[in-house]
């Protein structure tokens, strides 16, 4: 077999049914994103979210964590400390660390979308049976899990 072709393995096939299934939820996922101010693009919007999960983060860890460049993410940095979403700071620790703290604006924007993209899967599911929407919520906690878990090389 080829690595082109796909791989003849029940998982395989339940892969590519999760793969189509979840582009309505990327779908919605995504125009709430966009609903919500300030408008920013899907990698602003992953830095952002990241800061907020790990506050104090250096730019390399920041990096890592948003698939980019060094370079790349001092220059996202820069537009979002523009706009006021964002703060560097340096490091207590070592001065020549620059950390990076989310301002109030940038957490106002943050809850703003949680909320919005909370709003636009509560109505959706609204019209999925209760019992469909626990086992979606435990397969997606499963998925969370193990993704979370993948060796470094698995996750690309």
């Given at each position: 077999?080829s690595?082109?072709?796909?791989?003849?393995d029940?998982?395989?096939?339940m892969?590519?049914g999760v793969?189509e299934?979840?582009?309505a939820?990327m779908?919605l996922w995504e125009r709430a994103?966009?609903?919500a101010?300030?408008?920013?693009?899907?990698?602003q919007?992953?830095?952002?979210?990241?800061?907020?999960g790990?506050?104090?983060?250096?730019l390399?860890?920041?990096s890592?964590?948003?698939?980019?460049?060094?370079?790349?993410?001092s220059?996202l940095?820069?537009?979002l400390?523009?706009?006021?979403?964002?703060?560097?700071?340096?490091?207590?620790?070592?001065?020549?660390?620059?950390v990076?703290t989310l301002?109030e604006?940038g957490?106002?924007?943050i809850?703003?979308?949680?909320?919005?993209r909370?709003r636009a899967?509560y109505e959706?599911?609204?019209?999925?049976?209760?019992?469909?929407?626990?086992?979606?919520?435990?397969?997606l906690?499963?998925f969370?899990?193990?993704?979370e878990?993948?060796?470094?090389?698995r996750r690309q």
């Amino acid at each position: 077999m080829s690595r082109a072709e796909p791989p003849e393995d029940p998982l395989y096939e339940m892969a590519c049914g999760v793969a189509e299934a979840t582009g309505a939820l990327m779908d919605l996922w995504e125009r709430a994103a966009q609903s919500a101010p300030p408008r920013l693009s899907a990698l602003q919007l992953r830095a952002l979210v990241g800061v907020r999960g790990s506050p104090g983060i250096n730019l390399t860890r920041l990096s890592e964590e948003i698939a980019a460049t060094a370079p790349a993410t001092s220059r996202l940095c820069d537009r979002l400390e523009a706009a006021g979403l964002l703060r560097r700071d340096r490091a207590d620790s070592d001065r020549r660390e620059i950390v990076l703290t989310l301002t109030e604006h940038g957490r106002q924007a943050i809850d703003v979308l949680v909320v919005q993209r909370s709003r636009a899967i509560y109505e959706v599911l609204g019209h999925v049976p209760v019992e469909q929407c626990r086992e979606l919520l435990s397969g997606l906690q499963a998925f969370t899990r193990a993704a979370e878990t993948a060796p470094p090389d698995r996750r690309q």
